[in-house]
T-cell receptor, first 110, second 116 residues
Framework: NAGVTQTPKFRILKIGQSMTLQCTQD?????MYWYRQDPGMGLKLIYY???????DKGEVPNGYNVSRSTTEDFPLRLELAAPSQTSVYFC?????????FGPGTRLLVL | AQSVTQLGSHVSVSEGALVLLRCNYS??????LFWYVQYPNQGLQLLLK??????LVKGINGFEAEFKKSETSFHLTKPSAHMSDAAEYFC??????????????FGQGTTLQVKP
């Protein structure tokens, strides 16, 4: 099992550009999550999904969108990148109470 | 609303010394509590979890944590630090009471430095 995979590992965006962060899990988990990690701030939940076709906002959803068309994939979309979105993004999936994290995507918006 | 506070953003210990990382929580329901570790440039890895069974929880790499309801604490300890323990540690509480979405609320993290 690969677990939770994320692509790309690192990306530089210009202000106003858009991009999609990919997340895939091969554990057949229904629940999936997107977090952002800023220095000294811990992880904040952006969006989550409890199954294919069902998504909901987390604590910091502004500027992001998600979709969940399959159990395996949970992409995160940035439509108009802003410097405030410079961060490390983690995707996670869970079964029961334990979440399994991907390796992260480091995003720099200039 | 649930919240987590980790006391001390940086902790430095000598190799072989006791490791103590502090975590206090606030929860309106009986909490599920977690400690995750993050090594440089990696994702988070579960160290241990408390889900209302035994109050003393043992995890990987010799770590353990004790749930103390009266103190609303879930401190992480390890008797003897190893150089490989240097990492960032996150305490988290699960939002398992509200529709069981499993959302995690994280503390701000504690960086553990281990000196030779």
């Amino acid at each position: 099992n690969a677990g939770v995979t994320q692509t790309p590992k690192f990306r530089i965006l210009k202000i106003g550009q858009s991009m999609t962060l990919q997340c895939t899990q091969d554990m057949n988990h229904n629940y999936m999550y997107w977090y952002r990690q800023d220095p000294g701030m811990g992880l904040k939940l952006i969006y989550y999904s409890v199954g294919a076709g069902i998504t909901d906002k987390g604590e910091v959803p502004n500027g992001y969108n998600v979709s969940r068309s399959t159990t395996e994939d949970f992409p995160l979309r940035l439509e108009l990148a802003a410097p405030s979105q410079t961060s490390v993004y983690f995707c996670a999936s869970s079964i029961g109470e334990t979440q399994y994290f991907g390796p992260g995507t480091r995003l720099l918006v200039l | 609303a649930q919240s987590v506070t980790q006391l001390g953003s940086h902790v430095s210990v000598s190799e072989g010394a006791l490791v103590l990382l502090r975590c206090n929580y606030s929860s309106s329901v009986p909490p599920y509590l977690f400690w995750y570790v993050q090594y440089p440039n990696q994702g988070l890895q579960l160290l241990l979890k408390y889900t209302s069974a035994a109050t003393l929880v043992k995890g990987i790499n010799g770590f353990e944590a004790e749930f103390k309801k009266s103190e609303t604490s879930f401190h992480l300890t390890k008797p003897s630090a190893h150089m490989s323990d240097a990492a960032e540690y996150f305490c988290a509480v699960s939002d398992h009471g509200s529709g069981n979405t499993g959302k995690l609320i994280f503390g701000q993290g504690t960086t553990l430095q281990v000196k030779p």
